[in-house]
């Protein structure tokens, strides 16, 4: 299993999506951005180190959120979900094509990840 972190981002009561590029798994999936967590590393900082290298992204991290299992063809990950207030960014994408903020209920038109779905369908009934 392969523990992974993401960030749910708010500036402004939007949220920060990214959309995965061509080169990458899942291209074209919309996704709460983050990565990997490496070995004795907390989730907070893997956070907070992936958002930076993929997207020079800072944030604050507020709390923990939820906590999603879900098995794809050849892998399966431990999604680790954190909310987030946005710092500032330059935006320079390495592992996404394009990103928005979107407001919690027009998430629901992007074609999400499968792991990132569970925590939008609990966002929705936490707003």
Same mark, same amino acid.
């Given at each position: 299993?392969?523990?992974?972190?993401?960030?749910?981002? +708010?500036?402004?009561?939007?949220? %920060?999506?990214? #959309? #995965?590029? $061509?080169?990458?798994?899942?291209?074209?999936? /919309?996704?709460?951005?983050?990565?990997?967590?490496?070995?004795?590393?907390?989730?907070?900082?893997? *956070?907070? #180190?992936?958002?930076? &290298? &993929?997207? $020079?992204? $800072?944030?604050?991290? *507020?709390?923990? %959120?939820?906590?999603? !299992?879900?098995? +794809?063809?050849?892998? !399966?990950? &431990?999604?680790?979900?954190?909310?987030?207030?946005?710092?500032?960014?330059?935006?320079?994408? !390495?592992?996404?094509?394009? +990103?928005? /903020?979107?407001?919690?209920?027009?998430?629901?038109?992007?074609? *999400?990840?499968?792991?990132?779905?569970?925590?939008?369908?609990?966002? *929705?009934? $936490?707003?």
């Amino acid at each position: 299993m392969i523990k992974v972190v993401c960030g749910i981002i +708010y500036k402004d009561n939007k949220i %920060f999506l990214c #959309r #995965r590029n $061509s080169e990458k798994q899942l291209a074209g999936y /919309w996704e709460f951005p983050g990565g990997k967590i490496e070995i004795n590393e907390k989730p907070e900082q893997a *956070l907070i #180190r992936e958002l930076y &290298e &993929e997207i $020079s992204m $800072s944030v604050k991290v *507020l709390n923990y %959120f939820a906590k999603v !299992t879900h098995k +794809y063809e050849k892998i !399966t990950i &431990e999604l680790i979900a954190y909310k987030c207030e946005f710092i500032e960014a330059e935006f320079k994408l !390495t592992d996404h094509d394009l +990103y928005e /903020w979107l407001d919690v209920h027009q998430i629901k038109n992007k074609k *999400l990840a499968p792991a990132d779905v569970p925590i939008l369908q609990k966002l *929705l009934h $936490s707003n």
